[in-house]
């Protein structure tokens, strides 16, 4: 009975070993799984914390807009002449100097301008709204009869300290806006999106 009761404690020592090394192989792959899964949400989270930094230093950011009037000189005899309107109602962020006429981005982006001009009676204005440079929208503008008012604009992508002005894109004696209680002469920008 020794010999039999040997063989059944051998029997489940072997069984019970047996399930303790699959017990220990189920145990390395769960916590292989779960290291794998901790890792991974780990960098989820991580990625998850860049992006909300980056939304919310866009949200922290002050608006950027202004509203410029009353132009400096009404005799546009110079070629390519900068207009400068020289008061603002509205300079978010300061990136409209009024004493050289341009608008410096403070941030890159997606910018709204328009430009509204007047011409005496009698008297042509041709102006473009520039980039960098390059004039990216243009207007012309003839005070037939009476005087006459005109608007114009873009909507384009401006780097971070880029430049947009407005400037006479043809000069002469009878170039000449019109300026007075009844008219007012504009140059506003706004950024749309960064």
């Not at 980056?54 to 002050?62: A, S």
């Not at 509205?90 to 341009?102: F, R």
């Not at 709204?129 to 037939?144: H, P, R, T």
């Not at 002005?165 to 300026?179: F, I, Y």
Request: with cysteine; charged share 25%; hydrophobic share 35%.
């Amino acid at each position: 009975m020794d010999m039999f009761a040997e063989k059944i404690r051998g029997n489940i020592t072997d069984e019970m070993l047996k399930r303790g090394d699959e017990i220990k192989r189920r145990e390395e792959s769960f916590k292989k799984r779960f290291e794998e899964t901790r890792n991974n949400l780990t960098s989820d989270i991580d990625a998850k914390k860049v992006e909300l930094n980056q939304i919310q230093g866009k949200l922290e950011q002050p608006p950027i807009a202004f509203y410029a009037h009353h132009l400096k000189d009404l005799v546009l005899d110079t070629a390519n002449e900068i207009l400068i309107f020289e008061k603002t109602i509205t300079n978010e962020g300061t990136g409209y100097d009024t004493s050289t006429g341009l608008f410096t981005a403070p941030v890159g982006g997606l910018y709204q301008f328009d430009v509204h001009t007047c011409t005496y009676n009698r008297k042509y204005s041709y102006l473009g709204l520039v980039m960098e440079g390059n004039v990216i929208a243009a207007d012309s503008n003839f005070g037939d009869a009476n005087s006459d008012c005109d608007s114009f604009g873009a909507i384009i992508r401006v780097r971070s300290g880029g430049n947009v002005w407005v400037k006479s894109t043809s000069s002469a004696s009878n170039r000449q806006p019109g300026q007075d209680a009844y008219r007012m002469n504009t140059f506003s920008g706004v950024l749309v999106n960064n």
